[in-house]
Nanobody, 123 residues
Framework: VQLQASGGGLVQAGGSLRLSCAASGRTFITMGWFRQVPGKEREFVAAINWSAGSTYYADSVKGRFTISRDDAKNTVYLQMNSLKPEDTAVYYC???????????????????WGQGTLVTVSS
């Protein structure tokens, strides 16, 4: 599976962006979004069970971000609204072949990673 993330950019606080992650194959159960700033660990943002559509969100983004998928396009999206400067990070999409659940919040459970896309929110 190869993952190609896109959609990052510079936006003012309060604005919106939509990230996309296109997958080359379909051998995964879960897709997730993580983010990372320099000097910090990769942080869970959101995850979706591909077949059921169930979702998890980090508390910091709940109510502002929405994860969704397009089965026909093999693509997962992260719609980010009401962006804050603290959302500034490199965002990574990831795919887990094996399962869904609490494990989906842990970066080390994911098998495949996209290259990352930078989101910068100015104040």
């Amino acid at each position: 599976v190869q993952l190609q993330a896109s959609g990052g950019g510079l936006v003012q606080a309060g604005g919106s962006l939509r990230l996309s992650c296109a997958a080359s194959g379909r051998t995964f159960i879960t897709m997730g979004w993580f983010r990372q700033v320099p000097g910090k660990e990769r942080e869970f943002v959101a995850a979706i069970n591909w077949s059921a559509g169930s979702t998890y969100y980090a508390d910091s983004v709940k109510g502002r971000f929405t994860i969704s998928r397009d089965d026909a396009k093999n693509t997962v999206y992260l719609q980010m609204n009401s962006l804050k400067p603290e959302d500034t990070a490199v965002y990574y999409c990831a795919a887990d072949r094996a399962g869904w659940g609490i494990r989906s919040l842990r970066a080390n459970e994911y098998d495949y990673w996209g290259q990352g896309t930078l989101v910068t929110v100015s104040s």
